[in-house]
T-cell receptor
């Protein structure tokens, strides 16, 4: 498809389980971002990739969160030993613009809604 | 640090009413400013943007002017439609990402 694709759209996990969320960005987009959006809040930055390099992971809330983009295209966000506070919508976005400075337009996927019981 | 403060909602308007959603920002340097919209069941999408002071972004009848003196980027529309019902997010560009406001839910009733 032409847009950013995320899967699964919905995930229910028991506390303590590991989850993996996938993002397929727009073809050719250099930059890829992960955001976390809690209910009633705006998206909060988690991490940023430029091609396969993870240039900023300052937003990852704990070492249970891990993201990768090994071939500079598809990315996976992994959450280990999930906790209830991890329940949120995880948004992936991609952009043609590379590098620091004024961020160009981000194209968002529909998100993966994670519920931890 | 960089941040965005956005008018809290929800906002309910009748069709053809005038809309203003306030947004102010705190930033070092000269960020770009954005309004993103999230329609029901869809992902966030860019509505409009402005890259420097006094720029006006516009799209689909919506407008916002980058005001450096008041550090604001208020969203306006002269006559809203039912199809404008959505959540609106103000955002500013950081070094590697966008900082978003908390969002304002707009409901337009016929």
């Amino acid at each position: 498809g032409a847009g950013v694709s995320q899967s699964p759209r919905y995930k229910v996990a028991k506390r303590g389980q590991d989850v993996a969320l996938r993002c397929d960005p727009i073809s050719g987009h250099v930059s890829l971002f992960w955001y976390q959006q809690a209910l009633g809040q705006g998206p909060e930055f988690l991490t940023y990739f430029q091609n396969e390099a993870q240039l900023d992971k300052s937003g990852l809330p704990s070492d249970r969160f891990f993201a990768e983009r090994p071939e500079g295209s598809v990315s996976t966000l992994k959450i280990q030993r999930t906790q209830q506070e991890d329940s949120a919508v995880y948004l992936c976005a991609s952009s043609l613009v590379r590098g620091k400075g004024n961020t160009g337009e981000l194209f968002f996927g529909e998100g993966s809604r994670l519920t931890v019981l | 640090g960089d941040s965005v403060t956005q008018m809290e909602g929800p906002v309910t308007l009748s069709e053809e009413a005038f809309l203003t959603i306030n947004c102010t920002y705190t930033a070092t340097g000269y960020p770009s400013l954005f309004w993103y919209v999230q329609y029901p069941g869809e992902g966030l999408q860019l509505l409009l943007k402005a890259t420097k002071a006094d720029d006006k972004g516009s799209n689909k009848g919506f407008e916002a002017t980058y005001r450096k003196e008041t550090t604001s980027f208020h969203l306006e529309k002269g006559s809203v439609q039912v199809s404008d019902s959505a959540v609106y997010f103000c955002a500013l560009s950081g070094a590697n990402n966008l900082f978003f406001g908390t969002g304002t839910r707009l409901t337009v009733i016929p």
